[in-house]
C-alpha cells in the first residue's frame, strides 16, 4: 500500500501550486481522506481532509479560502489546489488514509516552498 504525493515545489508568494496523492496497493475510494504539513521546527498540522465521495470537506483556518482539496476515486487520487501562498505555507505536505484506528497510511510528503 502506498501512497505517493506530488506537485510541490518553490513558487513566489501569492502563487499557487496543486498537490496530487496517487494511491497503490488498494482503493481509498471509501477512506476519508487528508492533507497535513510540516514545517521545519513544527508539529504536523491537518491542513484539509474530505470525505469519501468528496461532498464534504474540513479545512484548517490558514487554508480556509485559498486551499480546495478535492478527489478523482477513478483515479485512486487526492489533490490539494493551493492558491495565494504565503511563505508560512512552506513545509512538507504528506497526504493520508483514515482507517480503522486512525490516520493510518501515510505518504512520503512533498516539499512546498514559498519564497517572500
Known amino acids: 500500500v502506498q501512497l505517493q504525493a506530488s506537485g510541490g515545489g518553490l513558487v513566489q508568494a501569492g502563487g499557487s501550486l496543486r498537490l496530487s496523492c496517487a494511491a497503490s496497493g488498494r482503493t481509498f475510494s471509501r477512506n476519508v481522506m487528508g492533507w497535513f504539513r510540516q514545517a521545519p521546527g513544527k508539529e504536523r498540522e491537518r491542513v484539509a481532509q474530505i470525505n469519501w465521495s468528496g461532498s464534504s470537506a474540513y479545512y484548517a483556518d490558514s487554508a480556509k479560502g485559498r486551499f480546495t482539496i478535492s478527489r478523482d476515486n477513478a483515479k485512486n487520487t487526492v489533490y490539494l489546489q493551493m492558491n495565494s501562498l504565503k511563505p508560512e505555507d512552506t513545509a512538507v505536505y504528506y497526504c493520508?488514509?483514515?482507517?480503522?484506528?486512525?490516520?493510518?497510511?501515510w505518504g512520503q510528503g512533498t516539499l512546498v516552498t514559498v519564497s517572500s
Open positions: 493520508s488514509a483514515y482507517g480503522s484506528t486512525g490516520w493510518d497510511y
